[in-house]
């Protein structure tokens, strides 16, 4: 970069990625730049104005913690009303300019990307009335991934994920959320304690390549059995059976209990006996004769929540989430396009970064929330979520959830795929694109960030060419 200006000043909006990434960026190629200013809005109850002087200041953290060794000095100035063009001026010739040592010989670059329209217009003339002959101008065009200079294309820079990159936790941090470390130890733990379900996703995948997966799994497992035996309703919405107590009270007769043994029997295919057996019989629901094990009155609770944990935990669902990341992780690994790219060792260092079952929390809020699949390459992120619940109106909530948290975490260009099971309808119509319309009408273009992919469409192959397409287009 030939433009050696000593201060970068950034307008702060609601998303400080953009922000972010061209500070970095300036930091890597100009070692002249002395001087950060933020121009961020203030809070203001008056005019419903919420203040992003935190955001401002989660940009600052990141990197002072990624450029140690810079001596950066970082300045803060506050409007009282980003909308309003007055005020605006005003806020900078009192709290601006009075900052501004002249005989420092400052060279300034606006980066106009964030922040109102009325403030990327009226700095914009503010620098241009006060020094015009030593300000510069750039924006981020985060849609097709360029760092423009206004009047100077030779500066352009395009594809600038290839030049910057974001940690998983820094993308976080920045928007004001952390990883919830602890959850994240006890996830670990728990894979640790069950070995057995890298066993059981490779039949999973079998069946899947198999093409059996909606008839034997969807269908029979899941419709017929697990959802009639271990869900009940509760304001609206099926909730897991999480208690021997509840679990009884359902099937307390003889013939409820032989009828539950038809279920299983009936439900449950050569396929899934064999996934079933690969769990250790003392954890699981299906005895060494091939029949349903049931709770007894002398069973306690805890015995009744270990028998049932792989089912609620794994089987009827989570699996698709560790699928789906085994498939882009081996495409990233052994993809010639990407393979010297991929952080395979998940020390965070390459260009393309991939991250699974996180668990995420905002510092002071009640509840915390989770994300299954992250995708970064560079700076772009792309969140999967995955579901098995053959229902299009919970597969409509993930949709509208999966694009919320992309938002949350990735700002406005972050993309989303929602994962689902769902096959035809009776029509013979694909149930994921009634789900994609459906969104659509509902949110409008913003549905244009997120995909839906149904069973059909799960095989190695075609998901990984899929999803190679996807980040390509990040």
């Not at 400080?16 to 203030?42: A, C, D, G």
């Not at 400052?106 to 990307?113: A, D, G, K, R, S």
């Not at 003339?125 to 760092?147: G, I, Q």
């Amino acid at each position: 970069m030939n433009i050696k200006f000593t201060d970068a000043v950034f307008l702060i909006g609601t998303n400080p990625l953009p922000n972010y990434v061209t500070l970095k960026y300036f930091l890597n190629e100009n070692q002249n730049l002395k001087r950060v200013w933020f121009i961020y809005s203030e809070r203001n109850e008056g005019i419903k104005q919420e203040s992003t002087y935190e955001l401002a200041h989660n940009i600052e953290d990141v990197i002072t913690k990624e450029f140690p060794a810079r001596i950066l000095q970082f300045e803060y100035v506050g409007l009282t009303d980003a909308s309003r063009g007055d005020d605006i001026v005003n806020d900078l010739e009192t709290k601006f300019l009075g900052k501004i040592n002249l005989k420092e010989n400052p060279v300034f670059n606006l980066n106009y990307t964030g922040g109102t329209k009325s403030m990327a217009v009226h700095m914009y003339k503010f620098m241009e009335e006060h020094f015009r002959n030593r300000c510069t101008y750039s924006y981020l065009d985060a849609r097709n991934d360029e760092l423009i200079f206004d009047r100077m294309p030779s500066e352009c820079v395009m594809s600038m994920k290839e030049y910057v990159d974001v940690k998983i936790d820094d993308l976080l941090e920045l928007h004001g959320y952390k990883k919830d470390d602890k959850k994240d130890t006890k996830s670990k733990k728990n894979k640790e304690d069950n070995f057995f379900y890298d066993s059981i996703l490779d039949k999973f995948e079998e069946m899947i390549e198999k093409g059996t997966l909606e008839e034997e799994y969807i269908n029979k497992w899941i419709k017929n059995f697990v959802n009639k035996v271990f869900l009940y309703e509760r304001n609206g919405r099926m909730e897991f059976i999480s208690s021997k107590k509840m679990f009884m009270k359902n099937f307390e007769n003889d013939e409820l209990k032989r009828n539950i043994q038809d279920l299983f029997l009936n439900n449950t295919t050569d396929n899934m006996k064999i996934i079933l057996s690969m769990i250790p019989e003392d954890i699981s629901i299906m005895k060494s004769d091939g029949t349903l094990w049931l709770p007894e009155e002398s069973t306690s609770n805890s015995e009744y929540e270990k028998r049932i944990y792989p089912i609620k935990e794994y089987l009827r669902g989570k699996w698709l989430e560790r699928y789906v990341y085994r498939v882009i992780s081996d495409g990233l690994k052994n993809d010639d396009e990407f393979s010297e790219k991929f952080d395979s060792e998940h020390h965070e260092k390459g260009k393309i970064k991939i991250a699974t079952n996180l668990e995420i929390k905002r510092p002071g809020a009640n509840k915390d929330f989770e994300v299954d699949v992250v995708i970064l390459y560079g700076y772009k992120l792309c969140v999967i979520s995955c579901t098995t619940d053959p229902t299009e109106f919970i597969c409509k909530e993930k949709g509208f959830e999966v694009l919320h948290r992309a938002k949350q975490i990735g700002g406005d260009e972050a993309k989303a795929i929602l994962i689902t099971c769902l096959g035809k309808d009776d029509k013979g119509n694909l149930r994921t694109d009634v789900v994609k319309e459906d969104l659509r009408d509902i949110s409008g273009s913003m549905v244009d960030s997120l995909e839906v992919l149904g069973v059909y469409d799960l095989n190695r192959n075609y998901l990984w060419n899929f999803i190679k397409n996807h980040i390509k287009k990040l």
